[in-house]
């Protein structure tokens, strides 16, 4: 079956950058559109960007635009996502999601999630 | 962007009780691109409801979705123990996602 593994937890000092994996199994990379959501007790699921299919491209939310990156590796079926200058309000638990891309017609919501990765930014 | 606001905040009830609970969107959700999730402590959303109204592959029949345009419902028929949790719905609209702040459901 498939599923979504995430690197483990990670902590980093005020403005350093982090860089969180996720690997595909149960099928290749790319019957998958990824996307990435961070979840905060004061702010809910927050979507942060992924791969649009319909342009071809990466999107972000315009929160992040400029401080992250989300790249794949289909040699590995492994999806990264970078966030830059972190501070305190960037920490959080980091998903990897994903919806299939393989269908008919898209549902434009998240059928597999990884198990999340904690973020700890802190001086 | 599209504010998805949840209600209620926190929702008691007992098991075998139905629950009704609400996603009001700020402005029409395109192609009824309006899903639910349910979280447990310590884990992933786990996707229910896609397309305002289908079931994911594996979800009982006691969750069931409706509405359209701006108003959402997610109910539960008659409600499990292994029930008792977050609810969250989530809309796709011009290449922007948003999730509402859920809604908590806890045992009465």
């Known amino acids: 079956q498939v599923q979504l593994v995430q690197s483990g937890a990670a902590v980093r000092r005020p403005g350093a950058s982090v860089k969180v994996s996720c690997k595909v199994s149960?099928?290749?990379?790319?019957?998958?559109?990824i996307h990435w959501v961070r979840q905060t007790p004061g702010k809910g699921l927050e979507w942060m960007g992924g791969?649009?299919?319909?342009?071809?491209?990466?999107v972000y939310a315009q929160k992040f635009q400029g401080r992250v990156a989300m790249t794949e590796d289909t040699s590995t079926d492994t999806a990264y996502m970078e966030l830059n200058s972190l501070t305190s309000e960037d920490t959080a638990i980091y998903f990897c999601a994903a919806e299939s891309v393989v269908r008919v017609t898209l549902i434009r919501a998240f059928e597999y999630w990884g198990q999340g990765a904690l973020v700890t930014v802190s001086s | 962007e599209i504010v998805l606001t949840q209600s209620p905040g926190t929702l008691s009830l007992s098991p075998w009780e139905r629950a009704t609970l609400s996603c009001r969107a700020s402005?029409?959700?395109?192609?009824?691109?309006l899903a639910w999730y349910q979280q447990k402590l310590g884990q992933a959303p786990r996707l229910l409801i896609y397309?305002?109204?289908t079931r994911a592959t594996g979800i009982p029949d006691r969750f069931s979705g409706s509405g359209s345009g701006t108003d959402f419902t997610l109910t539960i028929s008659r409600l499990d123990p292994e029930d008792f949790a977050v609810y969250f719905c989530?809309?796709?609209?011009?290449?922007?996602?948003?999730f509402g702040q859920g809604t908590r459901l806890e045992i009465k």
């Open positions: 149960g099928k290749t990379l790319t019957a998958f559109s």
């Open positions: 989530q809309q796709y609209g011009s290449s922007t996602i948003t």
């Open positions: 397309g305002a109204s």
């Open positions: 791969y649009e299919p319909e342009d071809g491209d990466s």
């Open positions: 402005q029409g959700v395109s192609n009824n691109y």
